[in-house]
């Protein structure tokens, strides 16, 4: 049996008076990369928040690694291993690449393990390095892309929640961006789960897959099974 690293189970999360989930259920394995994919408005991205503690569900049971973190503060779930990027990749853009990196390890206060950390995300994103002194708004949108990852990998998540990484992004970019998900998964053993409007991408990275549909999930399972289901393919795949 594969060992449940983050369980989601009956969830709520509302909007003021939008029930924006509808009692979601779900569970990423240690290891695995689990894409949630579905249309506009599905609630992928309040799912990503919920389990960061952005927000805050009204129903439901959370649980990381066997303990809850249902209504516990973002900053603690972040100690706890769990980094978020967040779509629109906000970095600071009126501070370098490195300092950038230098404000994603805010919770470590060990100055020689940032500086390592540093170091071994210039090593994972050789662009990044060239760039050490660029102001982050100056670069490309693949490259703020990278600069948002490799930020939230300076507290050494166990589990990194991506939200829309491939958005706006050129095809060049996107395939850079897919193939550093897989070698942070195969290298580093990080877990990942996935929201991508590029389902076809990201259905072929993942090991499995949710499909989320106004709130509630729709379909589930491996993703090379979720890729060839008839109705996910008229629905996000572009198929007629
Ligand atoms: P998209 O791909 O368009 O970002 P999504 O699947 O990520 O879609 P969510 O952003 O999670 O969907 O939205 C789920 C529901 O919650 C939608 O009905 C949306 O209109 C609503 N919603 C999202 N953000 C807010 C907000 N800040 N205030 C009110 N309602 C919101």
């Known amino acids: ?5 983050l369980e989601l189970n009956d969830v709520h999360t509302y909007y003021d ?10 569970t990423v394995n240690e290891g695995e990369i689990v894409a949630l994919i579905g249309g506009n408005g599905a609630g992928k991205t309040t799912t990503l928040r919920t389990v960061s503690g952005m927000m805050k569900p009204r129903r439901g049971t959370l ?4 303990q809850t973190i249902a209504g516990i503060p973002a900053h603690h779930i972040l100690n706890r291993g769990i980094s978020h990027v967040p779509e629109g990749r ?9 300092e950038n990196l230098d404000v994603g390890a805010y919770t470590v206060t060990d100055r020689a393990v940032i500086e390592q950390r540093i170091q071994e995300g210039f090593a994972f994103f050789p662009r990044l390095k060239e760039r050490e002194n660029q102001l982050g708004g100056t670069m490309s949108g693949g490259e703020q892309q990278m600069l948002a990852i490799a930020r939230a990998l300076m507290v050494a998540p166990k589990l990194l929640l991506l939200d829309e990484p491939s958005m706006g992004l050129s095809p060049l970019f996107v395939e850079a961006i897919f193939d550093i998900i897989v070698k ?8 990942v789960l996935l929201v991508e409007q590029n389902a076809n991408m990201a259905l072929s990275i993942a090991h499995r897959a949710y499909v989320l549909q106004t709130g509630e999930i729709k379909l589930s399972g491996n993703a090379a099974d979720i ?14």
């Open 1 to 5: 049996m594969p060992e449940a690293m």
């Open 17 to 26: 008076h939008i029930h924006a989930l509808k009692g979601i259920s779900m």
């Open 63 to 66: 649980s990381y690694r066997g």
């Open 90 to 98: 906000r970095i600071f853009k009126d501070l370098t690449v490195r």
């Open 184 to 191: 942070l998964n195969k290298e580093r053993g990080t877990t």
């Open 227 to 240: 890729a060839q289901d008839e109705s996910v393919r008229k629905a996000y795949l572009g198929d007629d």
